[in-house]
């Protein structure tokens, strides 16, 4: 039984059908995986499209004032630059402008530049008028770098929808494992069950043989002892009698089926023979008596020593006698 179980448990590892919601979820992570992609190169267009716009529209906005804000001697030139782009840049990028002719690293104008950018997102591009030649600088701030942001925003999307799709296979798997543990477990009681079964019909074959053995041993003992073997009911009348009856009385048992055996009794006998059955049922012991039998009309009567004794009932009390009559040839 030990080394069945163990065959059979090890027989299923894991659950029935496990590999359905793991393709399901491996696929929507695959497919998680891709449209992240699209949306953050979507993104990345994007931003670098608005990127490019507002810094055409820096540039085309510095020209026309250089053009218009003609430089005088000793006019700084970020008085004006302060003003024209305090509002015109666009608040997701930073400007910066550098002047081309002179030998200085600070800026002529820088708005919003002390952030944390990539350089190398950075846009540049050279404007002149006359003689000024400056170097205008656009950053994206982190606020227009939204890659990022959409492929996050897709990745927990995906793998929330995933998990939802794997979940109603997974608890069909988790069903049919149960089912399946306890179909392993009514197969093994089922054969338990038929090893019992089995067993008891070899003992019930057994009780049958020992039972015919039983009943063909008190056939031959009746037959050999040459006894009358009777039933009585409560009343006295005959329930069953053996066939000895047919040789010793010469009458037939399916007559004396119901008849009062009393009727057989020599009648200057039969009140010995009620005090008889009297005494079986108050000492219920086994009471004897001899006396004379009688067989057909006209026949001569037979001596025999009948023993009688009562039949207990839990239920009722005395449910009838048992008697064998034995020929007593010396009465």
């Not at 507002?54 to 053009?67: C, E, F, K, P, W």
């Amino acid at each position: 039984m030990d080394s069945t179980e163990a065959r059979v448990s090890g027989k299923f590892p894991f659950w029935p059908g496990i590999w359905i919601p793991l393709a399901v979820f491996i696929t929507g992570l695959m497919a998680t995986a891709i449209f992240a992609d699209m949306a953050e190169v979507q993104a990345r267009s994007r931003s670098e499209a608005i990127h490019q716009a507002g810094h055409r529209l820096l540039v085309q906005t510095l020209r026309s004032a250089m053009a218009a804000h003609a430089q005088g001697a000793g006019t700084p030139e970020h008085d004006w630059l302060d003003t024209l782009f305090d509002t015109a840049v666009p608040p997701e990028l930073g400007l910066r402008i550098d002047a081309l002719d002179r030998h200085s690293k600070r800026p002529l104008l820088q708005i919003r530049t002390n952030t944390d950018v990539d350089p190398a997102l950075a846009l540049r591009t050279e404007v002149s008028y006359g003689d000024d030649r400056w170097m205008l600088t656009s950053l994206p701030l982190p606020a227009l770098n939204t890659a990022a942001s959409a492929s996050n925003s897709v990745w927990v999307a995906g793998a929330l929808l995933s998990v939802l799709a794997a979940m109603p296979p997974l608890l069909l798997c988790r069903r049919l494992n149960t089912q399946a543990r306890r179909i392993r477990k009514l197969e093994r009681l089922t054969g338990n069950s038929g090893q019992l079964i089995s067993n008891l019909r070899v003992e019930k074959d057994i009780i049958r043989q020992a039972l015919n053995d039983s009943e063909a041993r008190n056939r031959d003992l009746i037959a050999l002892s040459g006894a009358i073997i009777c039933e009585l009911d409560e009343s006295g009348h005959i329930g069953f009698v053996s066939p000895q009856v047919a040789d010793l009385l010469n009458l037939a048992p399916t007559d004396l089926t119901g008849q009062d055996f009393e009727t057989l009794v020599e009648p200057c006998s039969r009140e010995n023979y009620r005090l008889t059955l009297q005494a079986a049922r108050a000492d219920r012991g086994v009471e004897r008596i001899d006396l004379n039998l009688i067989g057909t009309r006209g026949a001569q009567t037979v001596p025999v020593t009948l023993r009688i004794r009562a039949l207990d009932d839990p239920l009722h009390g005395l449910a009838g006698y048992r008697m064998s009559a034995l020929p007593n040839p010396a009465a």
